[in-house]
């Protein structure tokens, strides 16, 4: 049996429509004989309105906080494609990245500024994140 990641951005998934067009196109992967791994967006401009409203509370928002805070949109468009695709009788199950065990290590100079670090922080949005610093000789520290 084959095996596919469908990824779906968050015009995809914007509306209760567009979730049940997407889980159809995901039934018809399954039909086929495919095994389907979904990765879902926010949806719509969830992620662009968490980050207004993050920068309406603070004009430099932690970097950690930011990921935490964007990860959230994806973690309310999973289970509702889920139940998406329950609905049409496909049984599924939503994931964040950590519970599917995706993890990733964050590397950060010593000394690093807090942009750096936000761009590195934020392409984990979805996935737990490992933080480690050379300079740091203590336990890893990971970020669930």
């Given amino acids: 049996m084959s095996r596919i990641v469908q990824k779906y951005g968050g015009s995809s ?3 209760p429509i567009k ?11 399954i039909g086929s004989g495919t095994e389907v791994v979904v990765v879902v967006s926010a949806m719509g401009d969830t992620t662009d309105e968490l980050i207004a409203l993050a920068h309406r ?4 928002p932690p970097s950690r906080e930011m990921d935490m805070l964007l990860s959230s949109g994806e973690t309310i468009t999973a289970p ?21 065990g995706i993890r990733q290590a964050v590397r950060i100079a010593p000394r690093a ?9 934020s392409m984990s ?8 610093s050379p300079a740091f000789r203590g336990p890893r520290r990971t970020w669930t």
């Fill in 19 to 29: 979730l049940r067009r997407v889980a159809r196109r995901i039934r018809e992967s």
């Fill in 113 to 121: 500024s807090s942009t750096s670090c936000r761009s590195a922080c």
């Fill in 80 to 100: 509702l494609l889920a139940m998406a695709l329950h609905a049409a009788g496909t049984p599924a199950i939503s994931l964040t990245g950590a519970q599917a």
């Fill in 125 to 132: 949005s979805s996935a737990a994140m490992s933080w480690w």
């Fill in 57 to 60: 509370v603070t004009g430099d």
């Fill in 13 to 15: 998934v914007a509306t």
